[in-house]
């Protein structure tokens, strides 16, 4: 029983990180680095936004996200089950974005989601198997130009990607 749990502990713990490695990657508009997260094989429902496989998920997100001024994601209650070499979470999650609009103003978007996921160990590493994105609460806030330049200071990820300092930070 010790050993199962010590298993349990050591999958959490690895599905964590990749819970921890979605918004990492996707702030700093790291495609390789998401990819990491989906076996080949995991799908994606994110109903009205996007259905389909991990790789086409994160091709849509690298689209939909480099053009944005900013976005933050942040990583709220996680909840895992583990069952031998599949595991299951429920994870709530905050996307602050920010968008230009085609007539000039400004979009402040706060959205609220869950993360329904699915887990697999394959070969001894833990991969996304399936996820399911349920959309809780959403707002936008919409800002002239003037307002949004007078209020708001902010980095583009696009700028950073790779060079944001944090990849040296853990470069050892």
């Given at each position: 029983m010790q050993d199962q749990n010590l298993?349990?502990?050591?999958?959490?713990s690895a599905i964590m990180r990749l819970i921890h490695t979605y918004p990492r990657g996707l702030d700093r508009l790291d495609k390789e680095l998401l990819l990491t997260i989906g076996a080949d094989e995991?799908?994606?429902d994110f109903p009205g936004m996007f259905s389909g496989s991990w790789a086409g998920f994160v091709d849509w997100l690298m689209a939909a996200h480099t053009d944005?001024?900013?976005?933050?994601?942040?990583?709220?209650?996680?909840?895992?089950e583990?069952?031998?070499d599949e595991a299951?979470?429920?994870?709530?999650a905050t996307a602050?974005?920010?968008v230009s609009r085609s007539d000039g103003d400004i979009e402040d978007r706060e959205t609220h989601s869950r993360y329904l996921d699915n887990w697999r160990k394959s070969?001894?590493?833990?991969?996304?198997?399936?996820r399911r994105t349920l959309r809780d609460y959403r707002s936008v806030r919409i800002l002239t130009p003037e307002e949004f330049a007078s209020?708001?200071?902010?980095?583009?990820?696009?700028?950073?990607?790779r060079d944001d300092p944090s990849y040296a930070h853990f470069a050892h």
């Open positions: 298993n349990d502990l050591l999958a959490q995991a799908t994606v944005m001024l900013y976005n933050r994601h942040t990583i709220g209650n996680v909840l895992i583990v069952h031998g299951v979470s429920e994870t709530t602050h974005l920010v070969d001894g590493v833990w991969q996304l198997a399936s209020t708001t200071t902010y980095v583009h990820a696009a700028d950073v990607g």
